[in-house]
T-cell receptor, first 111, second 113 residues
């Protein structure tokens, strides 16, 4: 059984701070990792994906992957109130097209 | 731009009714998914389709069926709606490889009274 664990939060950070969102997983065969953002009442939208160990940066977002320790993180620099949302971690393995989702972490950025 | 369209944003149905939720994608994606999302439970997969007329049960298929007669359209059917099927329903599509992210529709909030 593949499992993806996220702290449900809420994680509360002040505007301008770095928000760090973490995700651990149990299946060592996991190969592709995705971060989705979901605003309240809206559907998830992809913000980052990462396949290789290390860091991947896109604007204010950085995804970090450590396959040996089985975790993937999302850092949001210079957090803004508009970043307040639920962040879903998802992963895929080589044997399936069906991704496994975590339950999400709620992020609140307060002015 | 990639587009997944769900036919209704809000739907109210009565217990026992047969309910159809429609989803259309314009990206020529092979894979299509139906999820439901409830507070505290995250996304739960109901059904998955990897080709026309092909389907696989997800984690919670009971009480639901699906139809995929054309590549771009994936329908979710509640044979006899019950109050415990009140939820947000999300359709998604993707290419047939593990590196492909899911593209979600706007969701249908179904209330069964």
């Amino acid at each position: 059984q593949k499992e993806v664990e996220q702290n449900s939060g809420p994680l509360s950070v002040p505007e301008g701070a770095i928000a760090s969102l973490n995700c651990t997983y149990s299946d060592r065969g996991s190969q592709s990792f995705f971060w989705y953002r979901q605003y309240s009442g809206k559907s998830p939208e992809l913000i980052m994906f990462i396949y290789s160990n290390g860091d991947k940066e896109d604007g204010r977002f950085t995804a970090q992957l450590n396959k040996a320790s089985q975790y993937v993180s999302l850092l949001i620099r210079d957090s803004q109130p508009s970043d307040s949302a639920t962040y879903l971690c998802a992963l895929s393995t080589g044997g399936s097209y069906i991704p496994t989702f975590g339950r999400g972490t709620s992020l609140i950025v307060h002015p | 731009d990639v587009k997944v369209t769900q036919s209704s944003r809000y739907l109210v149905k009565r217990t026992g009714e047969k309910v159809f939720l429609e989803c259309v994608q314009d990206m020529d994606h092979e894979n299509m998914f139906w999820y439901r999302q409830d507070p505290g439970l995250g996304l739960r997969l109901i059904y998955f389709s990897y080709d026309v007329k092909m389907k696989e049960k997800g984690d919670i298929p009971e009480g639901y069926s699906v139809s995929r007669e054309k590549k771009e359209r994936f329908s979710l059917i509640l044979e006899s709606a019950s109050t415990n099927q009140t939820s947000m329903y999300l359709c998604a599509s993707s290419l047939p490889n593990r590196d492909s992210p899911l593209h979600f529709g706007n969701g249908t909030r179904l209330t069964v009274t």
